[in-house]
T-cell receptor, first 110, second 111 residues
Framework: EDKVVQSPLSLVVHEGDTVTLNCSYE??????LLWYKQEKKAPTFLFML????IEKKSGRLSSILDKKEPFSILNITATQTGDSAIYLC??????????FGQGTTLQVKP | EPEVTQTPSHQVTQMGQEVILRCVPI?????FYWYRQILGQKVEFLVS????????KSEIFDDQFSVERPDGSNFTLKIRSTKLEDSAMYFC?????????FGPGTRLTVT
């Protein structure tokens, strides 16, 4: 059965800290891995990763994929209170549907 | 920036009633999805839709559920006879390729 596992499940840091969120998966016919940020409601798209070793970057956020292990990490540097959210990792399998992990709840304290 | 929209934002219904959740996907997208998230749990896939037919459905998507794209812009999820366990946040998503964009969700409360 296809599975996506995120760690840690929750994390509390202070503003300015750097965090690393992890996502491992077992999926037949992997197509790509996506990261989302979920605040109050809908997951908002952050990154899509398809190839190993190529870092995607947007401001203070970056992500990389290792298809051999397989896992992905999401890094957030110089965290701000506005980064507080649930971060979701999802993998696209053979049929296009997303298989989600349980999410990492990040709380950034001032 | 184009976005997926959903209505209503919150729907309260009695057990056994029918509900229709509505979504307007991003206009040039080809693939449409419904997911749900029960409070405190993972986001779960319900159904995918492409070229006016269901391409895949999960075990959750039983005969009580149906989807339709009635007019080329709306995409609807119907639950024929709601149960208490259908209470959840329902998200519509659309994509052109693998990047799926989510709507704000409809919170369905079945009493």
């Amino acid at each position: 059965e296809d599975k996506v596992v995120q760690s840690p499940l929750s994390l509390v840091v202070h503003e300015g800290d750097t965090v690393t969120l992890n996502c491992s998966y077992e999926v037949t016919n992997f197509r790509s891995l996506l990261w989302y940020k979920q605040e109050k409601k809908a997951p908002t798209f952050l990154f899509m990763l398809t190839s190993s070793g190529i870092e995607k970057k947007s401001g203070r956020l970056s992500s990389i994929l290792d298809k051999k292990e397989p896992f992905s990490i999401l890094n957030i540097t110089a965290t701000q209170t506005g980064d507080s959210a649930i971060y979701l990792c999802a993998v696209v399998g053979n049929t296009g549907k997303l298989i989600f992990g349980q999410g990492t709840t990040l709380q950034v304290k001032p | 920036e184009p976005e997926v929209t959903q209505t209503p934002s919150h729907q309260v219904t009695q057990m056994g009633q029918e509900v229709i959740l509505r979504c307007v996907p991003i206009s040039n997208h080809l693939y449409f999805y419904w997911y749900r998230q029960i409070l405190g749990q993972k986001v779960e896939f319900l159904v995918s839709f492409y070229n006016n037919e269901i391409s895949e459905k999960s075990e959750i998507f039983d005969d009580q559920f149906s989807v339709e794209r009635p007019d080329g812009s709306n995409f609807t999820l119907k639950i024929r006879s709601t149960k208490l366990e259908d209470s959840a946040m329902y998200f519509c998503a659309s994509s052109f390729d693998y990047e799926q964009y989510f709507g704000p969700g409809t919170r369905l409360t079945v009493t």
